[in-house]
């Protein structure tokens, strides 16, 4: 859907990639501008999970993408990126503020050879104020925006999120940013200028609950600490996680709490039925607990279907392998990396039925230099010299 889309990437960790990543997955052709080497996520994975000496940090944020290793450091680079631009819709960027501008590379000087391209800066915190030169990362960010402090046990356990949720929210408002740029480069022949940042991708992760903290009144506020089985501050019980006599299920709230209560027979939650549930959470939240503690959900599930009780048991990351619905979603995909398989999550959306396929995946570190260089003029000589001179670079080895 987005072929004929050119996009060059200076991304590295995951904020960046990522969006890049879902621009690639819907047929841009994305450019991946990496040093010599490659960057951190070539050489660092969590879990220290690699196939075939391929980190899982680059595999999972780096599909379809060409790969242009050069030094920047060599004077000719300048030159040659440039041409890489000029030929390019779109310039995504995810490092501190200043950096691009000493890199030769920043907005205004980019703007004057290339008018019409879309440039993208996505920092931690924004390019004013003064937080901008601070290191953003998705665990810092998720701290300093009140996530944390929302999701755990409020002024006793702040609890983060299991997972880079703000690197990958914030990942998905730059890709819908750069797609709506593109069609207003397609209708005007204007180019864009997008700052985005992890701050306020936290931010806006959190719209419905900063809406109703800022809307509420200073009473309404006071409900911010709960029992520890309710999910959020700003629900009204029985939202939440609770223990069964064999799993963990999760119970949403759907105005069915007064036939949750006369399903379990407890009189106790039913008097507390008649009150504000917002206001008797906690006592509803605790009794619910010591109730469901005594069943099993094959005994419960039934009848919690029956009376439209809405649940789901608390599954982990081995119970998603196996379960029927995500292989359904056709989620995960195997692709074959030497003489061993990487599995992969897909890109999230289907498109006339169908994810989009994998065309490329650059295992190794400025494979595409040639074929890149070759589309935008450069001859085959002049290619061998920049190679020759250090300019660019080619890994031989995945493991190299």
């Excluded at 889309?5 to 990522?18: E, I, T």
């Excluded at 780096?62 to 300048?78: E, F, G, Q, V």
């Excluded at 959306?349 to 994810?355: I, N, P, S, V």
Aim: glycine share 8%; charged share 25%; with cysteine.
């Amino acid at each position: 859907m987005l072929e004929g889309m050119r996009v060059v990437s200076f991304c590295h960790y995951l904020h960046g990639p990522a969006a890049t990543q879902y621009l690639a997955d819907m047929g841009a052709d994305v450019i991946k501008i990496e040093r010599p080497g490659g960057p951190l996520e070539r050489r660092w994975s969590g879990g220290n999970a690699y196939v075939e000496g391929v980190s899982s940090f680059y595999l999972c944020a780096n599909r379809n993408k060409r790969s242009l290793a050069i030094n920047l450091k060599h004077s000719a680079s300048r030159d040659v990126l440039y041409r890489v631009i000029e030929a390019s819709d779109v310039l995504v960027e995810n490092f501190r503020p200043g950096v691009m501008d000493r890199l030769g590379f920043g907005f205004e000087e980019v703007r004057q050879r290339k008018p019409d391209l879309i440039y993208v800066s996505a920092t931690g915190y924004g390019r004013e104020g003064p937080m901008r030169d601070r290191p953003g990362q998705d665990l810092l960010v998720q701290a300093y925006s009140g996530l944390m402090a929302a999701t755990g046990e409020y002024g006793k356990r702040p609890t983060p999120i299991g997972n880079a949720a703000v690197d990958q929210h914030g990942a998905t408002l730059i890709a819908m940013g750069i797609t709506a740029a593109y069609v207003k480069k397609l209708r005007t022949g204007e180019g864009t200028r997008i700052d985005a940042c992890l701050l306020n991708a936290a931010l806006d992760l959190q719209s419905e609950a900063l809406t109703a903290y800022m809307c509420g009144s200073e009473t309404d506020r006071g409900v911010f600490p709960r029992d520890r089985h309710l999910a959020t501050w700003y629900h009204p019980a029985p939202y939440g996680v609770y223990r069964l006599a064999d799993c963990f299920i999760a119970i949403a709230m759907n105005g069915t709490e007064r036939r949750l209560a006369e399903l379990l027979g407890n009189d106790r939650l039913l008097s507390l039925c008649d009150g504000d549930l917002l206001e008797q959470r906690d006592a509803y939240a605790r009794e619910l607990a010591e109730d469901l503690r005594k069943h099993r959900l094959a005994d419960l599930a039934d009848r919690f279907d029956e009376a439209d009780i809405w649940y789901a048991p608390v599954q982990d990351y081995e119970d998603l392998k196996t379960d029927p619905q995500v292989a359904a979603n056709d989620v995960f995909r195997r692709v074959p990396i030497g003489r061993s398989t990487a599995t992969l999550v897909n890109h999230p959306l289907r498109y006339d039925g169908e994810a989009p396929k994998l065309r490329k995946l650059a295992l190794r570190c400025g494979e595409d230099a040639r074929g890149i260089l070759g589309e935008i003029g450069f001859t085959p000589k002049e290619i061998d010299a920049l190679f020759d001179e250090g300019v660019l670079f080619e890994q031989q080895d995945m493991n190299q």
